[in-house]
């Protein structure tokens, strides 16, 4: 029997999440979703591309809970999705409920799961989920920071005219306007991003980076991201499952590392098979740090929103 990882939420995310991680044949995948027969209908319609796509991985979907037992790793997509024009903000009343009920009856289900939180708001609902839960901080942990940075890597090859592979950048912080894009320790191929691009130009990289969901929901008009949002989760499932020790930006809640505490917000993060196994702390520059209070108030005050 290969290990389970369960995706609830059988929308745009969860969905494509559920195809990478059965496209990487290293697990089962069960997908639940509230509406009846979506993710029943989307894990039969992944299934049978196994003999094609070449993959031996059993995807299951249904409404109930029970298909996710055992699970080693839980990854929470339910939830509204941004309209045009709406905050993430907006979202956090609704997602709560929805995000409160999820955690309860997977983590009853799969007692030693890691659970990777997608729900917007992100950093309050990995809150959320840390409080319903009850597990530690290694355990729950929320997927943005590895979307940011790869919008922001992204902009940064176009610029340059070169491999997004050889971009190597962090981006820290809330999920949203006050995300924290690290100049000091962006590179390419070792050389620090300040010297390849004039600063007024690389501010509006980072501009377009903190804009880089909205600009997606424009185009879309219903619906946001999901292609870059399923392949950042996959990368940490995977970095998870296969106890790679990979250092990915997460949204981890702090307990005094960056000066602050009892707070959930991005930062590098040590990704392996006991989840959060560290929060690395890179030299931050002085911008950056206020950047990072204020983003942590950011999450404080919407987290006050929940009670
Ligand atoms: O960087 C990030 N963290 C994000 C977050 C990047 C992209 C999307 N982000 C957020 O993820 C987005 O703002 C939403 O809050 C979630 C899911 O986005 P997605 O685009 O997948 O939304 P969909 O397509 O609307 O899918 C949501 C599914 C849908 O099928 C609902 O029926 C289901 O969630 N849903 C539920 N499933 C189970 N249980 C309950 N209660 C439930 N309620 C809704």
Known sequence: MREKVSVVGAGNVGATLAQRLAEMDLVDV??????????????????EAGPVVGYDSQVRGSTD???????RVVVITSGLARKPGMSRDDLVTANARIVGEVTKAVSQRSPDAILIIVTNPLDVMTELALRVSGLSRSRVIGMAGVLDTARFRTFLAAELGVSVRSVEAYVLGGHGDSMVPLRGVTTVAGVP??????????????????DGGAEIVRHLKT????????????????????DRGQILPCAVRLEGEYGLDGVVVGVPAKLGSAGVEQVIEVTLTELERDELERSAEAVRETVAVLG
């Open 223 to 242: 619906g946001s991201a999901f292609y870059a949002p399923s392949a950042a989760a996959a990368q940490m499932v995977g970095a998870i499952l296969l």
């Open 65 to 71: 809970y029970g298909i996710t037992e055992g699970s």
């Open 193 to 210: 991003v300040g010297s390849l691009i004039p600063a007024a130009r690389l501010e509006e990289i980072v501009q377009r980076t903190r």
């Open 30 to 47: 069960a997908l639940v979703d509230v509406v009846e027969g979506l993710a029943e209908g989307k894990a039969l319609d992944l299934l």
